[in-house]
């Protein structure tokens, strides 16, 4: 397995690790298929119960590398603008396959969780911040939108309105709204962050394990996620295409204020 997701079993727990804490652990294709295979393994380890999903470093992640946009070439083509929905698809698949997994899965948070390692987060059974930790989807300020899940489960969380509010205006959800709202099961201080991730695993732990499955298997069915994403991969289809999306780009890079255009 790639040494950019790490997984390490203790007993009942298994910890999955992103590890490329000098790139504040951005992630680019090749993480999302270490994550894909990381997943994939945690579901054959005897005698595991409850997975922990955390980020190395200073932070869990700050979102999409948007200096990897090359690795995509090599998997999807030198046109992949062009046609999104593959690499849409494989995305979301990879996402899709933590929230579809048979074991319960916590989110540990700190530092920053952003973008891409967000909608990572919210496709998690259970997120717990550190805090200080900075949470939020900018995708809008880069001209696109959250296309993983993020839009999706964010709405199903904490409804449409307070998604519309923190999509559109693409800013960091204040920590005790997070808690308030359901966004996050829990704040706490930085240094007891995986004590209370041990602790609430521990309880889960002392249930039924097939009650546990079938229980997330059930509450995760009641809405429709699939049609969800089949929207967000078409709008950003569009997004990614349009002069904004490249203005967006270049003015995060060079950390400047976007002059949108909108088209």
């Known amino acids: 397995m790639s040494s950019l997701i790490q997984v390490h079993q203790h007993d009942h727990l298994v910890e999955i690790i992103i590890n490329r804490p000098e790139k504040r652990n951005a992630i680019n294709w090749p993480m999302m298929e270490a994550l894909s295979s990381a997943i994939d393994s945690v579901e054959q380890l005897k005698g595991a119960r409850v997975v922990l999903l955390r980020g190395e470093g200073t932070g869990f992640s700050a979102g999409i590398d948007l200096m990897g ?39 540990l948070l700190h530092g920053y969780c952003l973008g891409l390692g967000f909608e990572l987060a919210l496709a998690c059974d259970f997120r717990i911040a550190a805090e200080g930790t900075k949470i939020g989807l900018p995708e809008t300020r880069l001209g696109m939108i959250p296309d993983v899940g993020g839009t999706t489960r964010l709405t199903r969380l904490i409804g449409s309105a307070r998604a519309k509010e923190l999509i559109m205006t693409g800013r960091n959800v204040d920590l005790s709204d997070a808690e308030r709202w359901g966004l996050v099961n829990y704040v706490v201080p930085a240094d007891k962050l995986m004590t209370k991730a041990e ?65």
Request: aromatic fraction near 10%; include cysteine; proline fraction near 4%.
């Open 69 to 107: 946009f090359s690795d995509l070439v090599e998997r999807f083509g030198e046109n992949w603008r062009d046609n999104l929905f593959p690499l849409t698809a494989a995305y979301q698949a990879i996402v899709n396959k933590f929230e579809r997994c048979s074991l319960p899965i916590i989110a």
């Open 199 to 263: 602790n609430l695993a521990s309880e889960i732990s002392q249930s039924a394990p097939l009650a546990v499955s079938y229980t997330k298997r059930v509450i995760d069915g009641i809405t429709d996620i699939d049609r969800g994403l089949s929207l967000e991969a078409w709008a950003q289809s569009v997004l990614m295409r349009s002069e904004d999306f490249s203005t967006g780009v270049q003015a995060m890079l060079l950390k400047q204020p976007a002059e949108w255009k909108g088209k």
